[in-house]
């Protein structure tokens, strides 16, 4: 029979198939990514597609194998895209330049989203990414979730609620566009791994070492602010900030015991 597969070549896929999940996600642990690996993958995939190819022409074949061995392509499939994601990111880390904080409030200084995104795409594009953002809202916050994807198929992806920014007299509209700005700006950050830095003309207010609270430290007063059922715009209001994510550090500590006192009270009352 003209579409016959050899007795060997089923055997060889047959335990390519029986190989232990284990032995998979040994390959899975790699940490070096470089050219060679994914050249690797390629020769792996094209090897099993061959054998996939060559037994559906076989009407005497075993489907449950032809069902393993889809899956197997399906993993290796997966894998070459995780590679191919992460050495394309690796090479982009070092296109991706600092942005000036250009952005002002209340003694401190940010990177706008616009000034992020002016620099970013063409970076993106460049290297064959594209990042897109998902918004979800309740009545007190919105939630944003970045994804980075690649044209080889992988892609990662990070999230984070934000209460709506009420501060300054702003309208519900408002209020939705500068927490969805706010939080495109900081889920970008922590997927691209996006710096910024104080410009030229700064007014010295950020050159005394007031930067920021991390994203990290944000989502505990956010959980903190929750947990009390604080008033966010009051909380913003007292301290003197647009927002819980561009609070400075030099007030964190006064927000953190602000915080906590009133938390233990709740426990104690």
Not at 38 to 55: G, N, T, W, Y
Not at 167 to 172: H, I, Q, T
Request: hydrophobic content about 35%; some cysteine.
């Amino acid at each position: 029979m003209s579409g016959s597969v050899p007795l060997e070549t089923m055997e060889a896929a047959a335990r390519v198939c029986a190989a232990d999940e284990k032995d998979i996600e040994m390959t899975n642990k790699v940490q070096k990514i470089d050219s060679k690996e994914i050249a690797e993958q390629q020769d792996q995939s094209a090897s099993v597609l061959q054998i996939i190819q060559h037994a559906a022409t076989n009407p005497n074949v075993d489907i449950d194998k032809m069902e393993r061995l889809l899956q197997m392509q399906e993993r290796i499939l997966e894998r070459e895209a995780k590679a191919s994601y992460s050495a394309a990111f690796a090479q982009m880390q070092t296109d991706i330049e600092s942005v000036e904080k250009k952005g002002k409030g209340h003694g401190t200084t940010y990177a706008k989203w616009e000034h992020i995104n002016e620099m970013l795409k063409p970076v993106l594009t460049s290297h064959g990414f594209g990042l897109s953002f998902r918004t979800a809202r309740s009545d007190k916050e919105i939630t944003i979730t970045a994804v980075l994807s690649h044209r080889d198929g992988h892609s990662e992806q990070t999230e984070q609620s934000f209460p709506l920014d009420t501060s300054g007299s702003k309208n519900g509209i408002q209020a939705v566009g500068s927490s969805m700005s706010y939080g495109k700006r900081y889920t970008a950050s922590a997927l691209l791994n996006i710096t910024s830095h104080d410009t030229p003309d700064d007014d010295g207010a950020a050159a005394g070492g007031d930067e920021p609270i991390t994203e990290g430290q944000c989502a505990d007063l956010l959980k903190l602010i929750e947990e009390t059922e604080t008033d966010v715009s009051k909380f913003c209001k007292f301290l003197k900030i647009n927002s819980v994510a561009e609070m400075p550090m030099s007030k964190l500590g006064k927000a953190e015991a602000m915080l906590n006192a009133k938390k233990a009270k709740e426990v104690q009352s």
